[in-house]
């Protein structure tokens, strides 16, 4: 199994405030991913790399940026925090491999609260 | 544009009872689909990933099934426990960009 971690589990924070998330896979996953979920409401994507140097955004617009300068790492950066921005934010990686049928493993997610 | 239903959005069902999830997607045209179990306020967990090419996967309690064509996939979990308690999601990977498309996802109570 993949090991994908995800720093920090809660964080409450005042509007204007930069934060950064942290997510870090230790299985050399080429492809990452960050969602967002709302509570009851699906997931959506809202970054994705599938390598270092490379990333693109997702579906859902995002006000946030991401950066992949190493395999291991993807961090989720919101310069000015709104209230708006409060939700779940959900890591992910992937192998571009065959045999394991890109299975998707997920961190446990930052709760972020902007107050 | 690919869309993923997922029906009901809640469930509950008493311990030991069999029951059926159901997921349903616009595009045929995927790579893969994935069943996932979120308990509240953390990550997903994979449970069973069918390919395009299958048509159903097992793992213990749990069968996934596809039907390409139609657009449907179900989880069905045998004798259902407490445990199980959580939002199941289904997502599909697209044939192009490898994106995941998640459903709303089905919510599961498991009474004792």
């Known amino acids: 199994e993949a090991d994908i971690y995800q720093t920090p589990r809660y964080l409450v924070i005042g509007t204007g405030k930069k934060i950064t998330l942290e997510c870090s896979q230790t299985m050399g996953h080429d492809k990452m991913y960050w969602y967002q979920q709302d509570p009851g409401m699906e997931l959506h994507l809202i970054h994705y790399s599938y390598g270092v140097n490379s990333t693109e955004k997702g579906d859902l ?14 961090p989720l950066t919101l310069e000015s925090a709104r209230p708006s921005h409060t939700s779940q934010y959900l890591c992910a990686s992937t192998q571009s491999d065959v045999a394991t049928n890109e299975k998707l493993f997920f961190g446990s997610g930052t709760q972020l609260s902007v107050l | 544009k690919q869309e993923v239903t997922q029906i009901p959005a809640a469930l509950s069902v008493p311990e030991g009872e069999n029951l059926v999830l159901n997921c349903s997607f616009t595009d045929s045209a995927i790579y893969n689909l994935q069943w996932f179990r979120q308990d509240p306020g953390k990550g997903l967990t994979s449970l069973l990933l069918i390919q395009s090419s299958q048509r159903e996967q097992t793992s213990g309690r749990l069968n996934a099934s596809l039907d390409k064509s139609s657009g449907r996939s179900t989880l069905y979990i045998a004798a259902s426990q407490p445990g199980d308690s959580a939002t199941y999601l289904c997502a599909v990977r697209d044939n192009q960009g490898g994106k995941l498309i ?9 009474k004792p």
């Open chain 1, 61 to 74: 617009s995002s006000e946030s940026t991401v950066s992949r300068i190493r395999t291991e790492h993807f």
């Open chain 2, 102 to 110: 998640f459903g709303q996802g089905t919510e599961l109570s498991v």
